[in-house]
């Protein structure tokens, strides 16, 4: 089950920026880092920022995220085609002492 | 680089056990964190649990009474059990690598597994 909510769905034009929310609670975000992950169809997801905004090696400049209290947000800005993909929020959950994921983002390129 | 490679029945009866392998290569199998995350056909990611190098392990509540992990260090080997499967636990199951940081570094492909009569 998924404790962190995302909205189930995103869009925009090339060139535009997309923002995607994930809300949590003090126990997931209250002090804790959030990662993204981006999953394209058929594939297993893959980290795209780790610790509310670093980018691995690799991501482009143009996915950056962002963390206030008990929200975090990532943006897409530069949209491009090959962005389409879920995107799922990720935490670790001190009351579950374990992982705790977003219900998913689908962002579409109009 | 690490590479993980899950495998395993695809399909499973209702009632059964479903068990896992998740084999990982090319890295230090001792510094990370090994977790199950399964996700049901169009649906969002959920994790199963990690265990350690040393077996320290936790498992997600929803699933505590019928999930283990173990640990082989000989063959860089990490599996899964799941008791008593039921339809619901139909999914993709992936293996996934935390160097401690608390994000997932490192994926397996992922593995289908159905339950089904």
């Known amino acids: 089950q998924s404790v962190l909510t995302q909205p189930p769905s995103a869009s925009g034009t090339p060139g535009q920026r997309v923002t995607i929310s994930c809300s949590g609670s003090?126990?997931?975000?209250?002090?804790?880092?959030v990662n993204w992950y981006r999953q394209f169809p058929g594939t297993a997801p893959k980290l795209l920022i780790y610790t509310n905004n670093q980018r691995p090696s690799g991501v482009p400049d143009r996915f950056s995220g962002s963390k206030s209290g008990t929200s975090a947000s990532l943006a897409i800005s530069g949209l491009e085609s090959d962005d389409e993909a879920d995107y799922h929020c990720?935490?670790?959950?001190?009351?579950?002492?374990?992982?705790?994921f977003g219900t998913g983002t689908k962002v579409t390129v109009l | 680089q690490v590479q993980l490679q899950e495998s395993g029945p695809g399909l499973v009866k209702p009632s059964e056990t479903l068990s896992l392998t998740c084999s990982v290569s090319g890295g230090s199998f001792n510094t990370y964190y090994w977790s199950w995350i399964r996700q049901p056909p169009g649906k969002g990611l959920e994790w199963i649990g990690f265990i350690s190098e040393s077996g320290f392990s936790n498992y997600n509540p929803s699933l505590k009474s019928r999930v283990s992990l173990s640990v082989d260090k000989t063959k860089n080997q990490v599996s899964l059990k799941v008791t008593s499967v039921t339809a619901a636990d139909t999914a993709m199951y992936y293996c996934a690598g935390d160097e401690g940081a608390g994000y997932f570094d490192y994926w397996g492909q992922g593995t289908p597994v159905t339950v089904s009569s």
């Open positions: 990720a935490a670790w959950d001190d009351s579950l002492r374990g992982y705790v």
């Open positions: 003090s126990s997931n975000f209250g002090a804790i880092s």
